[in-house]
């Protein structure tokens, strides 16, 4: 889909409004006032991934969301629903929890006077409740003040806008793509992070395409080069700020994953980012090639093989022809949440402000994967942040992809550049994710 179309005029109280779908303003990416709209408008009226249902999985476990200059605790409740509460002591403001955990004997505390609350955010006790005035103990002035929040995924997402939309209506139509590809059955691999000098759209803008292989990560292309396909994938800009690419078909019904590179191919995958193909995967494929006859395509033969084994583990693995076609492709969900599904795997990536910064952002990348029946991962843990150039942490696929945004980052401020130009298709996800936030910030 192609976005050239000029914006409505509503935007045009918008700083460095989006015109058209061809170019993006530079200062969309570093200017302190554009940053400054994006934390009053943006993010407290988006509904945004807060964290995976694995981090929170029995009552009184809690995670904190930063976004910005706000901090959300997501708590987990006795009858297994979800609160989020916005972070902060009723009495002076303290900020309640840190990070992740459990919260002891079901309460949360406040570490300055020791005032605290129950898991519904109830207030439970004052400490010299007798110094107050009646009118300041109110309880419910005192129960924690709740944001919106709801599931969907394996994951919970929070809304501080009362007047939200329901979840389910702003996912669509990426929610259901990936519904039919069996989200819900993905649990976490392993989950880290890194620190990006750039902004954290420009962040996501490197996985909003895939014609970004032949020259960024060109071990992929097989020795193609730059004969390698630019149209191999079909990209599609939804409503709500969402896109999609995926294989582009063939006419002979194949996809551009097919054909006699294909095990080399997914052993560059695993060895690169160990994500979309995990070891089993390619041990599955290895054991299939010596089977493989005379004219029968080893591709298809080992995709076959990989769909057998999934079976008899009891892995949910979805094979209807839309499920199969976002393998290898990507679903983004606006305004900061991505999956890349592959076989019975799946990349995910999320992209945050960092610092108060507009050229910084945090990065969290996770590998996640569908288990065998029976099989339930322990409580989803970050592993670390770690250096954009740690070799051992960090794949080869996603340390050239990092290398690009500090540098891109970097490139904005040349006095011989004043906007991003857009190929019409490929790149009409980044413009569509862009006109998207226009409407936000329009209010």
Same mark, same amino acid.
């Given at each position: ?7 409505? *005029? ?6 460095? =409004? $989006?015109? %058209? ?18 934390? /009053? ?22 995670? /904190? ?33 840190? &990070? ?5 004997? &079901? ?14 955010? !109830? ?7 007798? %110094? ?39 996912? !669509? ?7 039919? #590809? ?41 020795? @193609? ?7 191999? =994938? ?30 080399? *191919? $997914? ?8 994500? $979309? ?24 033969? @080992?995709?076959? =093989? ?23 492709? /990507? ?14 795997? !799946?990349? *995910? ?7 108060? %910064? ?14 065998? @029946? ?49 190929? !019409?298709?490929? /790149? ?9 936030? %226009?409407? #936000?910030? =329009?209010?």
């Amino acid at each position: 889909m192609a976005l050239t179309e000029e914006r409505p *005029s509503k935007t045009g109280s918008v700083p460095f =409004a $989006m015109r %058209d779908g061809l170019h993006i303003p530079r200062e969309r990416y570093y200017d302190r006032d554009f940053f400054e709209l994006e934390k /009053e408008q943006l993010w407290p009226r988006v509904w945004q991934m807060a964290c995976r249902l694995e981090e929170i999985p029995q009552p009184g476990d809690f995670v /904190e969301y930063e976004i910005c200059d706000q901090s959300i605790l997501v708590v987990r409740q006795r009858d297994m629903s979800i609160k989020a509460f916005y972070n902060a002591c009723r009495h002076r403001a303290t900020e309640l929890c840190k &990070g992740s955990g459990r919260l002891p004997g &079901g309460q949360i505390a406040c570490p300055f006077h020791g005032w605290r609350w129950n898991l519904d955010g !109830s207030n439970s006790y004052v400490y010299g409740d007798w %110094d107050f005035d009646p009118e300041l103990l109110n309880p419910e002035d005192l129960r924690l003040v709740e944001c919106k929040v709801d599931t969907w995924g394996a994951c919970a997402f929070i809304n501080m806008d009362p007047q939200a939309r329901p979840l389910r209506e702003a996912l !669509s139509p990426g929610a259901e793509l990936l519904e039919g #590809y069996g989200v819900e059955d993905l649990r976490v691999y392993w989950w880290k992070e890194a620190i990006v000098g750039c902004n954290w759209k420009l962040a996501q803008e490197a996985f909003q395409e895939a014609w970004h292989v032949m020259a960024t990560h060109p071990q992929l292309t097989m020795g @193609a080069g730059e004969d390698y396909p630019s149209d191999g =994938a079909e990209v599609t800009a939804f409503p709500n700020g969402h896109s999609r690419f995926q294989a582009r078909i063939d006419e002979s019904g194949g996809g551009i994953m097919t054909g006699e590179g294909f095990l080399e *191919s $997914m052993r560059l995958l695993w060895e690169g980012q160990d994500a $979309m193909i995990l070891e089993r995967d390619l041990r599955i494929f290895e054991g299939v090639r010596s089977r493989v006859g005379p004219g029968e395509d080893y591709a298809n033969a @080992a995709i076959a =093989a990989l769909i057998d084994y999934d079976a008899g583990a009891g892995i949910p693995l979805r094979t209807t022809p839309e499920a199969m076609r976002l393998w290898g492709g /990507e679903v983004y969900l606006f305004p900061n949440f991505f999956f890349l599904p592959m076989y019975s795997n !799946s990349l *995910s990536y999320r992209a945050r402000p960092y610092n108060d %910064d507009p050229e910084m952002c945090r990065f969290e990348v996770w590998s996640l994967t569908m288990p065998s @029946a029976g099989e339930e991962p322990g409580r989803a843990e970050l592993k670390g942040r770690f250096a954009l150039d740690d070799a051992d942490n960090w794949g080869l696929i996603p340390r050239q992809d990092f290398s690009n945004m500090e540098r891109q980052q970097r490139g904005l401020h040349s006095r011989s550049f004043r906007q991003n130009r857009l190929a !019409s298709r490929s /790149e009409a996800a980044i413009s569509n994710m862009h006109m998207e936030v %226009d409407k #936000y910030l =329009a209010g």
